[in-house]
């Protein structure tokens, strides 16, 4: 942990530097592995900043915090700092936890080896990839330990929502009985505020880039000595939607995470989460339908924020959204309902889904409007 206490501004949205420099590394104990340490890089902002303006060291908890708890999940490749922007809209009604998984960002980036463990959370008997989407859940699991977060709330994008269905599949396994230990107690997820990712692994569709990293004869080659700022760009411009490209800063600072720590050596282990969701489709499609029912204590809401014009996960995964959950209730919003950028509206259904014709990152593309439903949605009012 960082002996300086000195805070950061973030009135504006820092740079991708300024906001690693400005995290505090958790090392946490990697589940079922008593002797390997990962270090988690984190930001901890407590309830009651109107601007979450500031973060030190100091402002990590050493309790359990006593305000409600935002959890955001970053997606692949980049890292927590996708969701910066984000962060005035939210801190004013909840303590906010963002976190770069293993391997992105900020945090450790260095390959095990093969993980043989087997138990998938929950003895499931599941064989497990590098980085595997299971190990990323255990390691969300701790932390939430180690900070004493009881329950959450979630706002997840791309990886980020296979990461959530795998805790949602614990949890609808625990509801069940059929996980081992499941007496153990876990933090429960209440609210869940997804955007734009394969959460239906058999309509997903993966860019070239993407089909690359997954052929094992070429895929390490490319990464160590092919992969570069220019390569990394024109893939990430391909999943932007024509009207919002992204900007030469937002690019540079998403690969300076990828930079960071050497990561883009392992991108072909990140991407095995491609994989891992072909595999294991119906474990995390029903944790997903157990979700949208309300989840522990059938009470939690579901929902979908997303851009239509993303070419990977976009308008086809929002039709079967649509055909999956209208019987549950789902309820369709409109693109601009009234009062939504100022966190007014309607009241909440409890699964709604929102299509805006954006790409994959719509919170990038639209930062206010994707404040605005934000606010609303962790106000109660939709």
Known sequence: MPSSTASQDFSASPTAEEWFASATRVPLVMPGAEKQVINISAHFFAR??????????????????????ITFIHGFPTSSHDFASLLPALAPMATLLLWDMWGYGDSDKEPLGKD???????GQNIAREEFSVFTQADLL???????????????????GDTVVQELAARGRARQLGSEQGAETKRTVIRDVFMFNGGIFPRLHRPVLLQNLLLVPAIA??????????WTFNKGIRGVFSPTHPPS???????????????????????????VERQRHQTRWEEGLDWLVRG?????????????????????????ELRRRYLDLG???LEEEEEGER??????????????KELGHWPFLEDAPGARGALRAFFQGEG
């Not at 009651?48 to 708890?69: D, K």
């Not at 043989?116 to 929950?122: A, F, H, P």
């Not at 937002?250 to 989460?273: A, C, N, P, S």
């Open 141 to 159: 699991e701790v932390l939430w330990s180690h900070f004493g977060i009881g329950e959450t709330h979630i706002v997840c994008h791309d990886l």
């Open 342 to 355: 100022e966190g007014k509206g309607r009241a909440m259904a409890r699964v709604t889904l929102r299509e």
């Open 295 to 319: 989840g522990e204590g059938g009470k939690g809401r579901v929902h979908f924020e997303w851009g239509s014009r993303d070419p990977v996960s976009g308008a086809h995964l929002a039709l």
């Open 248 to 274: 030469a800063v937002l690019l540079h600072d998403m690969w300076t995470g990828v930079l960071r720590r050497e990561g883009y050596r392992h991108y072909h282990l990140l991407i095995r989460y491609l």
């Open 48 to 69: 009651g900043n109107p601007a979450a303006t500031s973060l030190s060291s100091s402002s990590l908890p050493l309790r359990s915090p006593s305000s409600p708890v």
């Open 220 to 229: 390490p080659f490319f990464c160590r000595y092919l992969m570069n700022e």
């Open 116 to 122: 043989q463990r087997d138990d998938g959370g929950g």
């Open 330 to 332: 789902l309820r369709l």
